[in-house]
């Protein structure tokens, strides 16, 4: 089920500013894999290539190949629709719909495509996907409750639930946890320990200490100075890349020089 | 710092003279803001409160079922009868058949501009509807009356007409409310329905329409409240008459706002002083009596416009 992810050459434009330059990567399946580096260096950028959620700004296009099992995302014939269907996304802030319950959130990605499900096959998708989630315990008897009652943790946990209920085969977030207090942190870090059994993962985020804490493997990008294109620096196993980097800025970023 | 501050204490104000020295000026200013506020509040409260009160005195009285449910079909003269029914149904019928041709376009306009339109043409799109807001209502009969005058030969003169003048009008202003509504709708939602792999038609559909429901809602509601009491255009195409008229599509209607011109134009009646079935202010209390109704349903129309948005506002939690 899970994939991985072959990344060959990837630049990212906004219009005339080239946002990301020359990137190559091997994404792991069953694994988690950080992207860390300082703010405007094109990790969130280049995590939304991953499932062309970047197009939905207009002017945004890119250069290069992203592969998974084979079929290259950027080829005319991928439908950008089905690519979401299959690459889900958690985004930094919790953003359950306002207008429906939670047992709704969790159903989103089926009622919204105008799929038809029987009414004991949604109950079974509400309650594996929050038993996946990690919620199911905390919300199973108001379900029917609008999904903006919960605390910022559980609407992040709630909003990963409605992406695992499509059933991706990858999971992209961006600085899930980002809004969050510590305790509802370490709940999400610990689902991401889980989900990496099923799903390929691929994070971004500012917290180091997170990247080292959840991710097997490490990436680090950086800018050399505004209206410049992010680069990858270099990327490895996340206990090599913060015990024993190869390059000096990965070791300078890491511990704290700079950004 | 602190140590040259210790050592010489006079040297700044205390803490105590900091927090309850008297600030005259800033106080004086703040009441005197507070009552110029209050007074504009007041001011403007003056006029509404005069109509209202000016409105229900002088329409009161004529006011009674019977006035509700017959028309002015065989009255004449000072007699104590005729009513308002044929003017209430083409007011309705009217303005429901403009608000079905309004609400399509104007409302899909809205979603063109905030979900789709860019550069040129989305700009000239908004000016047109800048412009078109501005546009005389009585411009906006006799450009209906012009459109219908093509096809059916001059003096044409039926509901369908007033109903084209009328969302000549209310187009613009349901384009311009919607689009705040849509635009309101966080893009966060867009992105989450997205990478949820939802098409966006359905997003569209799904996730901002039925976010932004309830104020759409609302600003249909005001654009019919801002056409419901146009006269001129419809006095232009919808004539005058004293039947009922339940056809859109032939003859001429009667509105409640072109009744009130009418009867009121009439003035006064020449009564016999024999005759003793004849009121010589029956024109007047007539018009009073017909606005008052169409006041009452405009109040009606914001009620459940209220009503509407309130049961599509997403539920707040806690």
Redesign the interface.
């Known amino acids: 089920m899970a994939q991985r992810i072959d990344v060959k050459d990837l630049d990212v434009y906004y219009g005339t500013f080239h946002a990301v330059a020359d990137v190559s990567m091997m994404i792991e399946a069953r694994s988690v894999t950080a992207l860390i580096g300082p703010s405007g260096c094109g990790k969130s950028t280049f995590l939304r290539t991953l ?1 062309r ?1 970047h197009e ?1 700004i ?1 002017g945004a296009r890119v250069d290069g190949t992203v592969t998974v099992d084979g079929v290259d995302l950027y080829d005319p014939a991928v439908d950008p ?6 690459i ?2 958690v ?1 930094q ?1 919790p ?5 429906m319950s939670i047992a709704e959130n969790v159903l ?2 089926v ?4 799929r038809r499900i029987s009414k004991s096959d949604a109950a079974d998708l509400v309650e594996t996907s929050l038993r996946g989630a990690n919620l199911w315990k905390e919300v199973k008897d108001r379900l029917d ?2 999904g ?3 605390s910022g943790g559980q609407q992040q946990r709630l ?1 990963i639930a ?2 695992i209920a ?1 059933k991706p085969q990858i999971l992209l977030m961006d600085e899930p946890a980002s809004a969050l207090d510590p305790i509802s942190t370490l709940a999400i870090e610990d689902l991401i320990a889980e989900l990496k059994n099923d799903y390929t993962i691929v994070i971004v985020t500012h917290n180091m200490q997170q990247a080292a804490r959840v991710s097997d493997r490490t990436a680090f990008f950086n800018v050399a100075g505004t209206g410049e294109p992010g680069r990858l620096i270099e990327m490895d196993d996340t206990r090599t890349m913060f015990s024993t980097p190869s390059v000096q800025a990965t070791e300078d970023y890491i511990s704290g020089r700079f950004g | 710092m602190t140590a040259t501050t210790t050592s010489r204490p006079d040297a700044r104000p205390s803490t105590r003279d900091l927090l309850t020295r008297p600030d005259t000026r800033r106080r004086v200013v703040d009441r005197l803001m507070a009552v110029v506020v209050t007074s504009a509040f007041l001011i403007a409260l003056v006029p509404l409160v005069s109509v209202i009160w000016t409105v229900l005195g002088n329409g009161i009285e004529r006011l009674s079922p019977y006035f509700l449910v017959v028309s002015m079909r065989g009255v004449f003269g000072g007699m104590d009868a005729g009513g308002i029914y044929h003017a209430i149904v083409g007011t309705l019928m009217v303005t429901g058949f403009a608000t079905l041709i309004s609400v399509p376009v104007g409302l899909l306009t809205a979603i063109y501009l905030v979900e789709y339109g ?1 550069g040129r043409l989305a700009r000239a799109v908004t000016f047109f509807v800048d412009v078109m807001t501005g546009i005389p209502s009585i411009v906006a009969g006799l450009f209906a009356y012009a459109l219908f005058a093509i096809f059916f030969g001059p003096g044409v003169r039926f509901g369908v007409v007033g109903a084209v003048a009328l969302s000549v009008l209310m187009t613009p202003v349901v384009v311009r409310s919607s689009e705040e509504m849509l635009r309101l709708v ?1 893009n ?12 966006k038609w ?2 569209i559909v ?2 901002v329409l ?2 932004a429901v309830g104020g759409i809602v609302t600003g249909v509601m005001l654009a019919i409240a801002r056409v419901i009491g146009e006269t001129a255009p419809l006095l232009i195409t919808l004539g005058v008459i004293d039947s009922i008229n339940y056809n859109l599509f032939e003859g001429r209607m009667m509105t409640l706002p072109v009744y009130v011109f009418r009867q009121y134009s009439q003035g006064l009646v020449p009564c016999a002083p024999e005759a003793a079935d004849c009121i010589a202010t029956i024109n007047y209390d007539r018009a009073w009596a017909a606005a008052l109704v169409l006041i009452a349903i405009v109040m009606l129309l914001n009620l459940g416009a209220r009503l509407v948005a309130r049961y599509f506002t ?5």
């Open positions: 499932n959620m939905v207009p629709v089905a690519v979401r269907r299959q889900g996304m985004f802030r953003n359950p719909f306002p207008t989103a990605g009622r919204l495509n105008n409750r609008p903006s009652s919960l909003c409605r992406a499509v | 860019r966080p966060e939602l867009r992105e989450a329905a997205y990478a949820l792999g939802v098409p359905l997003t799904k996730v039925r976010t997403p539920a707040r939690g806690h």
